[in-house]
């Protein structure tokens, strides 16, 4: 007697331990497949399309973790009006938001193109996107750029462009004010007016955040923008890039040039690494490039990349230390120094173990 019911007990706690294994991996196929993941998927649901068709389509597509799962979420809520036609899901979104996404009515275009404008890009890789995704062309791109009542109805519509984008200088007016990210437009003859003021708005967004520190700092937000798009491209790690302006704001400090080659390279408008090899007299006087000696204590005179907003952080919360130099290597590990000699140093035994870029 006393054995069965040592199995009675053992068969019961079993059952409670499975259930609740169970409910627990339930719960967990019920979240997203990437909480930080926002960019949008078209997703389709086509007439007569069954409820295990959907849930094998969202599977395949990433956009949910278990579809036998997702079929027991809609028997279990009861859920029977999903609708056919086109949706925009993301994998941020959980089994809840995606079938209550799913049960609304949809007016999305099948039409729509999704432009991906990644972090770094400048005004020509800008153009160039557009010019292979859109019916636009890559000229009509830039000559939108050109227009200076469109600029001006630009400044006065968005508090962070000023008349500094109207530089004779500046080789591209909105260079370094695109923000970076994923956009849908209805098809592709969006114009390119359209595609500007979509990324200017997202931009808006971004640096709304920031408005009061950044009308606390001794920056203008054309130079705080200047100074993120360097960084965005001299360092992919957060801490690289608050010291690397950490060591930009001492050089301008003691009225040198900031050395950077990044600036040279957009100087001269080579995009290509071949190229960049090629480029003989550094020093050459162009006022993007801080290499020239007569940029000692100079800021480009425009951004030379579209930011990202940890590049934009990093520039509005710099490391203070003493160095006044820095490296990368080929894999880009950033070596500081104080002195020239020690930046040297660095560099040559670099070159000694087969790091030097």
């Not at 938001?97 to 799913?102: F, K, P, Q, S, Y």
């Not at 994923?182 to 990324?199: A, G, H, L, P």
């Amino acid at each position: 007697m006393r054995k069965l019911r040592n199995f009675a007990i053992f068969l019961l706690s079993f059952c409670v331990t499975l259930t609740l294994c169970a409910c627990l991996f339930y719960k967990f196929m019920l979240t997203s497949v990437d909480k930080n993941n926002k960019k949008e998927v078209l997703f389709e649901i086509e007439s007569g399309d069954t409820s295990r068709d959907i849930a094998k389509k969202l599977y395949d597509e990433k956009l949910i973790k278990n579809d036998k799962v997702f079929l027991v979420y809609l028997k279990l809520n009861g859920i029977k009006d999903i609708k056919a036609g086109y949706f925009n899901l993301n994998k941020s979104m959980d089994v809840k938001e995606i079938a209550d996404e799913l049960r609304k009515n949809t007016n999305i275009n099948p039409n729509s193109v999704y432009i991906l404008f990644k972090e770094g890009l400048n005004m020509r890789k800008i153009a160039s996107i557009i010019s292979e995704s859109t019916d636009n062309s890559y000229d009509s791109v830039l000559e939108v750029l050109d227009n200076d009542e469109y600029i001006d109805s630009l400044i006065e519509k968005y508090w962070f462009l000023t008349n500094d984008i109207k530089n004779n200088n500046i080789y591209y007016a909105l260079e370094g004010y695109l923000y970076p990210d994923t956009y849908r437009f209805e098809s592709k003859d969006v114009k390119v007016e359209e595609i500007f003021e979509k990324m200017l708005d997202k931009e808006d967004e971004v640096l709304s955040k920031y408005k009061e520190q950044i009308d606390d700092e001794s920056y203008s937000i054309h130079e705080v923008l200047t100074l993120a798009s360097i960084a965005e491209l001299e360092a992919s790690d957060y801490e690289d890039k608050r010291n690397i302006t950490g060591v930009f704001n001492n050089r301008l400090d003691k009225n040198m040039n900031l050395g950077s080659d990044v600036t040279t390279f957009y100087a001269f408008k080579i995009d290509d690494e071949d190229e960049k090899s090629k480029l003989e007299n550094y020093n050459t006087s162009n006022p993007y490039n801080t290499r020239s000696l007569d940029m000692k204590g100079k800021l480009p005179v425009g951004p030379i990349c579209n930011p990202s907003e940890q590049s934009i952080k990093a520039v509005l919360n710099p490391i203070d230390t003493n160095y006044l130099f820095f490296v990368a290597d080929k894999n880009g590990k950033v070596y500081y120094s104080k002195t020239d000699k020690e930046h040297e140093q660095i560099k040559k035994k670099l070159k000694n173990e087969g790091l030097w870029q």
